[in-house]
């Protein structure tokens, strides 16, 4: 039987240990599908408008300051479908 | 109304919902054909800051392990709010074939993690190098001795592993391997037995729902 | 319960956003002071090219184990890779940034596959 190795920790919801805050960041984050023309609106109280895939995250602020197309599907109660799909 | 999306499921075997999702809503699920996803009602102002969001997270994660426990999932990223249901059956339609042949592959399975802090770039050479050729036989050497480190976990996994994937990331080395549900257990006792440098602050989490292993 | 910490990804995506200002500062729309843009912009293009070495690093060393270099391809290499890593360093210290700020966590296109 090998002898259990003192640096390695273990998190696992199995084991009823903590996972960190960090974990389960990284993995809500990071990992899963993205849907284009969903609305992602705040992270870390930065608004963030996520517009799709190609387009660079930027602050509603920003955005709304510098870009020429209005950005009138900021407003959450605005139907996203006005979106061009894909 | 606007509505958060939690995770994609084959339809059968039947599973129970958690009884609450995000911020106390009530979970529903949306049916096209032999796939569902879970979402709730949701208004994305409840979202705005810094604590609401944390705290929606960790919430989001625990419907997700609730499903886990049950069912092979495809999570949807945190936070992913659709403008309404219609939405939200429009994207599981077109996704529908990937998703169906990705649940069916994946059934009965989980995903488990090791994080590794070693970077390649990071380790310097054991002497200078005198020379180009031995400047790049040293930063190979450096790269074997991760790659040898990686390959203890992955030997150790052996057939419990049924797929393997490793990158570097900033952060430093991920390892996934793709284990039945049924041997977690088995698989964190072999991981106990693999012996590491200190400084390389080896970690292991999971199950994950498998979104590494999404696609073949 | 869990731990409270600035979560990379959070922290990452704040970083980009303050780079992204810093780039939009440069046309005037913002007001930035001109030593914040340049470390910035200097931070962002070395992470850069820093990522670039490492790909080529390792595009180098599949090379070099795949048989198909000549010795002194493996030396003009080795040479040119030994003073990209230098130059690197050398304006890392110029702008003071340190190791840690050159890397960049680019998510799925940072990632390093071995």
Known sequence: MP?????LVIASADLDQEMTLLD?????????????????????????????LDVVLTSVETALRHMRTPLSNVNPSVPSSKRSPQ | MAVLAYCITETQPEITAPRKGVRGTA???????????FASQFDPQDLVGKAPIQEAALDFNRVLQELLQQIAI????????????TALSRFLTEHQAEYSEALHRLRNCVQMEIRLKMQTSTQPPATSPKSGAEYLRGRQAQHQHIDSIVARFREAA????????????AAGIRCFALVDRNNVQAFLQQMQGVSVPTESEPRVTGPWPASEFLKE | ???EAAHPDISAVSEALRLSDAAAGLSGRIDCSPETIEKSLAKLVLSLIEL????????????MEGGSLTEEQVEQMGEALMKLESKIAELATHFNLTPADLNLDLGPLGRLVE
Not at chain 1, 24 to 41: E, K, P, Q, T
């Open chain 1, 3 to 7: 002898q259990p190795s003192e640096d």
């Open chain 1, 24 to 52: 389960i960041l990284d993995h809500v984050l990071n990992a899963g599908v993205v849907i284009r023309g969903s609305l992602v609106i705040s992270l870390a109280g930065v608004d963030l408008v996520f517009l799709g």
């Open chain 2, 27 to 37: 979970i529903e699920t949306i049916r096209i054909q032999a796939l569902q996803c």
């Open chain 2, 74 to 85: 495809i999570p949807v990223r945190f936070p992913t709010i659709l403008a309404d249901e």
């Open chain 2, 158 to 169: 052996g057939p419990l592993a049924k797929q393997w994937r490793h990158y570097e990331t």
């Open chain 3, 1 to 3: 319960m869990a731990k």
């Open chain 3, 52 to 63: 670039l070495r490492q790909l080529l690093e390792r595009q180098a060393i599949r090379r």
